[in-house]
């Protein structure tokens, strides 16, 4: 159990840093710490920042890291950069020394694929481009015309630093275009590095020194944009539910008017449309251990989904707190562990089940075994290029320790307590012995076109939002809208169990019973819509490749379309059933 404590105090670590900070005495050693670098078109893809010949210490110190820090790949490292608190620096050199040719091709290569290096002064991060490229015509004697690229190396480093009485508030850091060196493939080059300082006061408190980077962020974030999808979905989800209600409205007051009548007095004995169901409707759908387990997993992903806006919305993950949304995800993950057993066995018990422990852990385990699966993969991946991104493997057996002794359990216990209860299942109308024959259903109405329908609405809802939220989490935009995005999680779900309703209606209509599985499949669908708009993005909307950003993005997006695809399954399998239950429960059945 020594995962939850170290979560605990991150998050207390986080809420004290954030009110208190380091208090510097004049010309006191501020720390500089490198971190990593990358490509700038591959967030996923980093590497320890001495991958690259920079200047290094005799024996660099590696920088304890948190939980948060160590889930956002960090590798802080000490560095030689000697920054005095208030104490100006007109120039200062770094290190003088000669590259190797090696050397000169390691930094090209970078240049080429327009390498990002992070750095952090005094906890807070910037960043900047190692190099340049430049392509010019060149002129030949022969009269013909080529490009010719030339690479540049970045050597001057300018830090501008915001200071409020004795703390650090704001830094920002350029790369001086006149103080650069230019490289040749494969000779050797002599290459000095130098730093520059300038101090300015402010009036920002230590406390609010992490609103500068919201509100930097929030600039480029196009916030009527933002509002403009909001009402948009809005609008949608007004007008799909106005017409939807009118609609059902209409046809079930006809419904409920024919079917309330004595069938003695219309002369007609024979059932007709979803009345004539009613001894099939509530009959158990197969596979009913699966069925459950899912609807468990769907009810704790919605729990944490709603979880997690409620700590967006109390300011939790703000810029500065590294991987405070990793941390948090993984904690109540494990906490509503209880929500998937309970439900699950709940619903299990209720529909005749009786294996209710085996039901229990394939509830723990829908969604958490694909997850390591996929994380294995990634993960291995990540070792084998070398890249930071890399989970350290004491982390990886804390947080499997931490599903064994805390999920497991918790989804046992609720289960547990679900089996205790009153599970009888009491339907309006009481299944048939024997299961009715289908009727020939038409094509759009078959189950593969009503998923269609049913994911496509939702996803128009939300698609603008997701497009932002994309471009922040693989991308290098910080994500500050959170009241913006719970309104857009609410529409979601409203869209979802409006719709679900509407085709489970059109579905017994015809005479179909089979709407368990319909119904979760038809909620749940709007995952599949999320995945295929996560491959549109990495080929037609983002400039990532390679094989590492290649499986980190197509692995962890399978997973978050996969929990879409249980949570909005689960909601429209409730919103189903409700609506279900209360028509029947509204006619007469002899």
């Known amino acids: 159990m020594r995962l939850l404590p170290q979560l605990a105090v991150a998050f207390a670590v986080a809420v004290i840093a954030k009110k208190h900070g380091p208090n510097y005495d004049l010309h006191e050693k501020v720390p500089v710490q490198v971190n990593n670098v990358g490509p700038f078109h591959n967030p996923a893809e980093t590497y320890e920042f001495y991958s690259l010949p920079f200047c290094a210490p005799d024996n660099p110190e590696i920088h304890d890291h948190d939980i948060g820090s160590s889930l956002a790949g960090d590798r802080r490292t000490s560095s030689l950069y000697d920054l005095r608190f208030r104490v100006d620096i007109q120039w200062h050199p770094l290190c003088e020394y000669t590259l190797m040719p090696e050397e000169v091709d390691k930094f090209v290569d970078s240049i080429k694929q327009n390498y990002l290096f992070e750095m952090f002064v005094d906890g807070l991060p910037v960043k900047g481009f190692i190099g340049e490229m430049e392509t010019n ?26 200071y409020n009485q004795d703390n650090v508030i704001a830094v920002n850091l350029t790369t001086d275009a006149r ?76 419904d409920f008017a024919r079917y309330m009548e004595d069938p003695e007095d219309t002369g007609d004995d024979e059932e007709v449309g979803w009345k004539r169901i009613h001894g099939d409707i509530f009959r158990p759908p197969p596979f009913l251990m699966l069925f459950t387990a899912m609807i468990g997993s769907g009810a704790q992903i919605l729990t ?36 998937a057993g309970y439900v699950s066995t709940d619903l299990y018990v209720q529909l005749g089940g009786k294996r209710w422990a085996t039901n229990a852990v394939l509830a723990a385990g829908i969604f ?42 918790l989804s046992i216990l609720g289960s547990m307590r679900a089996k205790k209860q009153d599970n009888e299942f009491k339907p309006p109308c009481l299944p048939n012995v024997k299961p009715r024959e289908l009727p020939v259903i038409p094509w759009y109405r078959s189950a593969l076109f009503q998923m269609l329908m049913a994911g496509f609405l939702p996803f128009s809802a939300i698609y603008i939002e997701l497009h932002y939220i994309f471009a922040s989490v693989w991308g290098h935009r910080v994500y500050t809208l959170f009241g913006i995005l719970t309104l857009a999680f609410i529409i979601l779900l409203i869209v979802t169990a409006f719709v679900t309703v509407a085709l489970t209606y059109f579905q017994i209509a015809m005479e179909d019973y089979r709407w368990w599985w319909r119904s979760f499949l038809s909620g749940g669908s709007t995952g599949v819509f999320v995945f295929l708009y996560a491959a549109f993005y990495y080929y037609h909307r983002s400039e990532m490749s390679g094989s590492l950003q290649f499986v980190f993005f197509f692995g962890y997006m399978f997973l978050v379309s996969y929990g879409f695809f249980l949570m909005l399954g689960a909601v429209g399998y409730w919103m189903a059933s409700v609506f279900i239950r209360h028509i029947y429960e509204t006619i007469k059945i002899d």
């Not at 002129?139 to 915001?162: C, D, M, P, V």
């Not at 993950?317 to 590294?322: D, E, L, M, S, T």
């Not at 996929?374 to 057996?397: K, W």
């Open 137 to 162: 015509p060149m002129r030949f004697q022969n009269g013909e015309i080529r490009n010719e690229t030339s690479f540049y190396l970045f050597t001057h480093l300018e830090f501008s630093l915001a």
């Open 304 to 339: 944490l989904s709603c979880g997690l806006l409620v700590l967006a919305l109390v300011g939790m993950f703000y810029p500065g707190n590294r991987g405070a949304l990793y941390v948090a995800a993984i904690v109540l993950y494990a906490l509503t562990a209880s929500v």
């Open 368 to 409: 958490t075994c694909p997850f390591f699966c996929v994380f294995s993969v990634v993960n291995m991946v990540a070792i084998y290029y070398g890249s930071t991104s890399a989970l350290p493997l004491n982390m990886v057996f804390m947080i499997i320790f931490l599903f064994a002794v805390v999920t497991f359990p």
């Open 179 to 254: 103080q650069r060196m230019k490289l040749q493939p494969g000779k050797p080059a002599q290459v000095e590095f130098s730093y520059s300082a300038q101090w300015k006061p402010t009036n920002i408190k230590y406390i609010n020194r992490m609103s500068v980077y919201a509100q930097a962020a929030l600039i480029e974030q196009s916030v009527d944009i933002h509002w403009l999808s909001i009402v948009n979905s809005f609008v949608l989800v007004i007008l799909l539910t106005s017409f939807l209600a009118i609609i059902l409205m209409r046809i079930l007051r006809k």
